[in-house]
């Protein structure tokens, strides 16, 4: 073991690690794509001219017209509360089917002698791989990727074409909406033929990562053909969150032909007064691994990011992250990303993880499958938690369809475990969501089986995280003295879907439980926090806190319609309500007027939410119920300036803690304002006040990206919002919005807060909805100005905004 400080730079970036021969190929740009299963589309000579040029990552199901229920899936004249739920009301309304894609290129001359591979990161749902015609791999399962080697199926000095056929599967294939495509990056890796690194070959542990000491433990994994059994000389290197060097050692190790690949320690390192990877520092180390020749010279070179960083669980405490107690607040959703479907664009992850953290999220489950490897990324440089979860439900039908899950478990956790493991902010393995009620899960008892043969595989490829699975609300009804499901009792974290209150007496029961709400309904918010025991459980995720496409309660809805945030972003009141109590040290208050509340059955819950809205444009002669949201201890409402009294927030009820409700409040136009107080200040700790608009006047339009990179990748968000004489936003304007671009950009998502719009979330025109909508512009590889028209169709005034490309 190599004793060295953190706080010693020397050189870095050495030029001879630059030298290694290993390289990486975006292919991402300049694909032909058309929709449908063609025949003949895989051959090498095949006319694509007409189809269209797309860029991934794309999801071609995204541009599929809506598909309305048929007239026998309506709902009954006599049941007019039953809800339209078709066979595609979980997938978005859109049809199912096959798109293909196809890409001609010629490959570099210095390829020659090298292992040329092609690599997915996911096809979604499932998709085959062609190159001169030939079937050279595929994926049943897209949301992990795969790499296949195509070296002897190269043409030199001619044009090759690869060939993607992506299918989405049936309807019942999945219970909410996937898209469809090469929905994630493509790229070539080129490396040496007879002795490299294997796919995700590192793999960085830090068993030791106390304040003053921290040990850096470096796997990795190297193939090598038979018949080279020189010794393997590796080289490997550390930098600090800096970019400073602060390790570099070469050493040697005999080939054993009988284990290969090979994987093996590089080396164990311990570095005194470490940065600490946590939430509110969320830096990152970096690992880079070379094979090295006689010379001295890198010919096969990898790299990885880590966190240094110490996680425990207990029944005790529930979870610690570097010896202090944090309490998980989190999400669970859905990969998709809005107007972009299941496009993973990097730009449009961070704007959601910034968002999260603003209103005081620090964890994200992620529903029901593993997300991008850019989300991962961007996790660990913003610090949020993750659960990573795999599957949703144990059977063939949720796992891609086409080949049986018994048969594919022993593939994906690998590729999984392996892809996944180096992230610091994974903290928790989920094989699993709602699967211990169904007989029909392979060996007929409940999961039991399969999760013991499951966990071994997961514990030998990472030893240091736990491993769970969700368990479905269903079968216990709610007897609070009834047995745990056989299988909550064996996982490492007993997770629950919705039934927090079994908690207590689970534990009392079985004191090694370690306890942690999967998915908590918005229905419930509040009460499933404060009711839980703060102390010793290790939190919970809120169910679909930002809306999203499929899981529709009925046509026209086209999803989920009951987060805190809509699909465009905007919060809704009740995002300030959750604020309240994930960020308890932010004084905060927060006006809501209430509107209709609809049940709904969801798995046996009510996840039914009412309607708030932030509008102060009532009908004069009406009255209304009020909301104060806040974690102050009084609230007084005024309304133009004249006090309705002061009112305490009342702690002890979970069902009133933070949401104070003013009942029969006559309207009067002009302003409503809320202002809170603690007891020891006799000032407002904070305010919050909404008045009456008049008529919208103009257009204005708030870009977020001030680092906007010509990349053909990044993305801009462009808010426009709809403004009287004031410059006050008017929640009643719904005016159809043109949008045009000039310059080195383009238009790829349009998108409002109305999950019932028969509007597409693509093309260049979208109607405002609670007076705003947002258009997304994609960058191409030119940088450059960029003018973005915004042209309303009715008496308000237009606006057009300049932005540019670095």
Request: glycine share 8%; proline share 6%; with cysteine.
């Amino acid at each position: 073991m190599r004793f060295i400080s953190a706080a010693i730079a020397t050189l870095v970036f050495a030029s001879a690690s630059m030298q290694a021969q290993r390289t990486i190929v975006p292919i991402n740009r300049n694909w032909k794509f058309t929709y449908g299963d063609i025949e003949n589309a895989e051959k090498k000579v095949f006319d694509d001219s007409q189809w269209q040029t797309i860029h991934v990552p794309h999801d071609f199901q995204i541009h599929q017209p809506w598909v309305a229920p048929a007239p026998d899936e309506m709902p009954d004249s006599d049941n007019p509360v039953a809800n339209v739920r078709s066979r595609l009301s979980s997938r978005g309304f859109k049809e199912m089917g096959t798109g293909w894609y196809r890409k001609t290129f010629t490959p570099e001359p210095q390829w020659k002698g090298k292992r040329v591979l092609l690599d997915f990161e996911g096809i979604m749902l499932v998709g085959d791989v062609y190159v001169n015609g030939e079937r050279v791999g595929g994926t049943d399962y897209g949301y992990l990727g795969f790499e296949t080697d195509i070296t002897d199926k190269l043409k030199y000095g001619q044009s090759n074409t690869i060939a993607v056929k992506a299918d989405t599967g049936k309807p019942e294939n999945s219970r909410w909406y996937t898209g469809g495509g090469l929905f994630r990056d493509v790229k070539f890796v080129i490396t040496p033929a007879d002795r490299y690194f294997t796919r995700h070959p590192l793999f960085v542990t830090t068993p030791v990562a106390e304040a003053d000491s921290a040990t850096i433990v470096v796997e990795a994994g190297v193939f090598s053909t038979p018949a080279n059994t020189t010794p393997i000389a590796t080289r490997l290197t550390i930098y600090n969150p800096q970019g400073e060097q602060i390790f570099t050692n070469t050493s040697k190790r005999n080939f054993n032909k009988r284990q290969n690949p090979w994987e093996y320690i590089l080396d164990s390192i311990k570095v005194k007064q470490p940065q600490r990877w946590s939430c509110e520092t969320p830096v990152l180390y970096k690992a880079v691994a070379e094979l090295i020749d006689s010379t001295g010279k890198a010919f096969d070179k990898v790299e990885t990011n880590f966190g240094i960083r110490k996680i425990e669980f207990s029944p005790e405490y529930g979870f610690k992250l570097n010896g202090k107690k944090l309490l998980l607040k989190g999400i669970a959703n859905h990969h998709t990303l809005g107007a972009l479907g299941a496009a993973a664009y990097p730009a449009a992850i961070e704007k959601r993880i910034k968002l999260l953290k603003e209103y005081g999220f620090n964890h994200i489950r992620t529903s029901h499958n593993p997300y991008s490897e850019s989300f991962l990324d961007l996790c660990d440089r913003h610090g949020i938690l993750v659960l990573d979860e795999l599957y949703d439900k144990w059977l063939t039908q949720y796992a891609g369809g086409r080949t049986s899950w018994e048969d594919q478990w022993q593939y994906t956790i690998p590729e999984w475990i392996k892809r996944d493991r180096n992230h610091p902010s994974i903290i928790i393995w989920s094989l699993g969501n709602e699967l211990q009620i169904q007989p029909e899960i392979p060996y007929g008892d409940y999961g039991v089986t399969p999760y013991m043969m499951q966990k071994p595989l997961v514990k030998r490829l990472d030893p240091t995280r736990p491993v769970t699975v969700a368990m479905h609300p269903h079968g216990r009804g709610m007897d609070l003295d009834s047995e745990p499901w056989p299988l909550a009792k064996l996982t490492d974290i007993t997770s629950y879907n919705y039934r927090y209150m079994f908690f207590s007496n689970d534990g009392k029961r079985y004191p090694h439980m370690n306890f942690y709400q999967s998915e908590a309904s918005a229905s419930a918010m509040g009460p499933n926090f404060f009711e839980m025991d703060l102390d010793k459980n290790i939190g919970l995720a809120y169910w679909g806190m930002i809306d999203y496409l499929g899981e529709s309660n009925g046509w026209p809805e086209k999803g989920w319609t009951h987060g805190v945030f809509d699909i465009s972003l905007e919060p809704k009141p009740t995002a300030y309500f959750l604020r309240s109590f994930y960020k308890p040290d932010e004084p905060i208050v927060h006006i809501a007027i209430k509107g209709k509340r609809k049940s709904i059955d969801w798995n046996g819950i009510d996840v039914g939410t009412a309607t708030m809205s932030d509008s102060w444009n009532l009908i004069n002669g009406t009255t209304a119920d009020i909301y104060t949201y806040t974690n102050a201890d009084e609230v007084e409402l005024l309304i133009n300036g004249k006090s309705l009294g002061r009112v305490k927030n009342n702690t002890t009820d979970s069902k009133q803690r933070n949401r104070i409700l003013w009942k029969n409040v006559k309207y009067e136009p002009g302003k409503i304002e809320a202002r809170a107080y603690n007891a020891s200040s006799a000032k407002p700790v904070a305010t919050h006040k909404i008045e009456t608009t008049g008529k919208a006047k103009k257009l204005i339009a708030t870009a977020d990206n001030p680092n906007w990179k010509a990349d053909g990748t990044d993305l801009q968000h462009i808010r426009v919002a709809a403004v009287d004489n004031a410059g006050r936003q008017n929640m009643e304007e719904n005016s159809l919005l043109e949008f045009s671009v000039e310059g080195p950009a383009e238009i790829i998502g349009v998108i409002n807060g109305d999950m019932k719009s028969p509007e597409m979330t693509v093309g260049t025109s979208r109607s405002l909805y609670n007076g705003t909508a947002t258009v997304i512009l994609r960058s191409t590889p030119e940088a450059g100005n960029v003018t973005l028209k915004v042209t309303p169709k009715g008496n308000i005034k237009g606006t057009t905004i300049k932005l540019n490309t670095l």
